[in-house]
Structure formats: structure tokens, C-alpha cells
């Protein structure tokens, strides 16, 4: 079945660095779209990208993705303590359910 | 209105007992989910609704048991849970199940003593 795999598995960056994950993937996609999670909280949607697109930005969010490779990358810009988090990319598979990878844990240092 | 509403958010409760975990969201969506995520692992899908009427059953126990009264709302009705059922239960909701943009509500911690 189809699953996204993120890494790395975890990242600690200094604040106001970049924070970059990648999630690849195994079948081919309609899209992928990546959430946030705090710690033990319910997910929050970020950002969906198409598989017809290569690359959409949403505020400091940037994500590209490789169709040819299978693979997305996501990048925080000027990373804040706030952005702390779990970091969850999720696909499609052939039953049109969504499939959530393993997560990149995100710890911002102060 | 583009939250989805998860009631308790927390729950205790024993092996014998019966309790039912509540999802709401008025954003006229007519898929909506169930997710099991137990700690720093992913969501696991465990249920599927689509107009109201289960699609997909991740081979999950028959102790679960969703319920979808309308479109609004979904349920899932728990009896002779298993301490490793201890979990956070997620429900999401879409506005169906061809649109990928996924609404999570904040999850009921469930503890099983």
C-alpha cells in the first residue's frame, strides 16, 4: 500500500534557520499534502500540492515535489519556536485513502 | 465555521465499560474519518464515511464501532476496550472522499484502565 516516509526522523535547528523535510512515496499520486502536529494535538492541514504542480509556497511554507523521483521536499522559512512540531506528509493510495509517513519531528532551539 | 469538534477530549474509562467518542463539523463535508494514533507514531486510518455510509474498515475490532447519524456527525461507540487501546483518536472530515484536504479535530486521549 502506498505510504509517505519522511526524513529526516527528527531536526533540531536554531531559530530563524531554515527547516527542511522530505517525504517520499512509492505509487503514483493524485497529490500530497503535508500536516503539523503538536505535540499529542489533532493535525492541522498546511498545504496541498497537485501532482501537475512542481512547487507552491503559503507564507513561509514552500513545497516542491518530484513525480519523476516520488518524492517532496517541505521547507520552513525563518523558523520560529511555534513551528515545534511533528511534520506528516499523507498520499493517496489506490482505495483513496489517506496514508500519513512516519513524521520529521521538528524542535526549534531558542 | 472550519472546525471540527471532538467531545471529550479527554476520556478514562475501564475494560467493562461502554463509552462513545463524538465528531461534529458543519462544514458540509460528506466524508468523514477515524484515526487512532498512539504516541509518536502516525495516525492510523481505522474508519471511513461517505455519504454517511461506511466505506472503508481498516480490519479494525469489532470492540469499535462507528456510527454516522448525518452528515454532520460521527461517532464511535467503544465496549470491552483493551489497555493497549489506550490511544488518541482523531476524526477528520473532507468534503468527500475525492478531495484530499483533510480537517482534523483535536483528538480524544483515550485511556483504557
Known amino acids: 500500500s502506498q505510504q509517505g516516509e519522511e526524513d529526516p526522523q527528527a531536526l533540531s535547528i536554531q531559530e530563524g534557520e531554515n527547516a527542511t523535510m522530505n517525504c517520499s512515496y512509492k505509487t503514483s499520486i493524485n497529490n500530497l499534502q503535508w500536516y503539523r502536529q503538536n505535540s499529542g494535538r489533532g493535525l492541522v492541514h498546511l498545504i496541498l500540492?497537485?501532482?501537475?504542480?512542481r512547487e507552491k509556497h503559503s507564507g513561509r511554507l514552500r513545497v516542491t515535489l518530484d513525480t519523476s523521483k516520488k518524492s517532496s521536499s517541505l521547507l520552513i522559512t525563518a523558523s520560529r519556536a511555534a513551528d515545534t512540531a511533528s511534520y506528516f506528509c499523507?498520499?493517496?493510495?489506490?482505495?483513496?485513502?489517506?496514508?500519513f509517513g512516519k513524521g520529521t519531528r521538528l524542535h526549534i532551539l531558542p | 465555521d472550519t472546525e471540527v469538534t471532538q467531545t471529550p477530549k479527554h476520556l478514562v474509562m475501564g475494560m467493562t465499560n461502554k463509552k462513545s467518542l463524538k465528531c461534529e463539523q458543519h462544514?458540509?463535508?460528506?466524508?468523514m474519518y477515524w484515526y487512532k494514533q498512539k504516541a509518536k507514531k502516525p495516525p492510523e486510518l481505522m474508519f471511513v464515511y461517505s455519504y454517511e455510509k461506511l466505506s472503508i474498515n481498516e480490519s479494525v475490532p469489532s470492540r469499535f464501532s462507528p456510527e454516522c447519524p448525518n452528515s454532520s456527525l460521527l461517532n464511535l461507540h467503544l465496549h470491552a476496550l483493551q489497555p493497549e487501546d489506550s490511544a488518541l483518536y482523531l476524526c477528520?472530515?473532507?468534503?468527500?472522499?475525492?478531495?484530499?484536504?483533510?480537517?482534523f479535530g483535536q483528538g480524544t486521549r483515550l485511556t483504557v484502565v
Open positions: 500540492i497537485r501532482s501537475n504542480e
Open positions: 477528520a472530515s473532507s468534503r468527500s472522499r475525492d478531495t484530499y484536504e483533510a480537517f
Open positions: 499523507a498520499t493517496e493510495d489506490r482505495d483513496d485513502k489517506i496514508i
Open positions: 462544514m458540509g463535508h460528506r466524508a
